[in-house]
């Protein structure tokens, strides 16, 4: 091919040092559906029927915000793989997210904050 033939790219997204970067750091949605994909077993037409899978964002799951994890805790609280789906994430000590209705940060679960125990006073 001659020098004149060559094809360039003009979008300004090819040239490396106009690269936008990635919006978070932790895992995509890709990532999610690979992992999942190893937890839950396949339906019929090779479908999973689960909650999770019907959410058109599951960003949902990987988000901080407190909205944001009590959705996604609320999407995974009727789920038939709940627990399979919560072991499979501490086993593989997956680093944050919601997995199996509970929160992960650093690879440990967060328990949801219940109430402060009542003082007894000494009588």
């Known amino acids: 091919m001659a020098p004149d033939e060559r094809r360039w790219s003009t979008s300004p997204l090819d040239i490396p040092a106009v690269r936008r970067p990635r919006r978070r750091t932790g895992p995509t949605t890709e990532d999610w559906i690979i992992t999942m994909g ?21 960003d949902v799951f990987f988000e901080t915000a407190p909205e944001s994890v009590e959705l996604a805790r609320a999407v ?45 006073l000494a009588a």
């Open 38 to 58: 190893a937890v839950l077993p396949e339906a019929k037409g090779g479908v999973f029927e689960v909650p999770c899978r019907a959410l058109p964002d599951p």
């Open 76 to 120: 995974c609280a009727p789920c038939p793989l709940r627990t399979a789906c919560f072991e499979g994430a501490r086993q593989r000590g997956e680093p944050c997210g919601v997995w199996g209705g509970e929160q992960f940060d650093n690879g440990r679960v967060i328990r949801k904050a219940g109430r402060r125990r009542r003082r007894r």
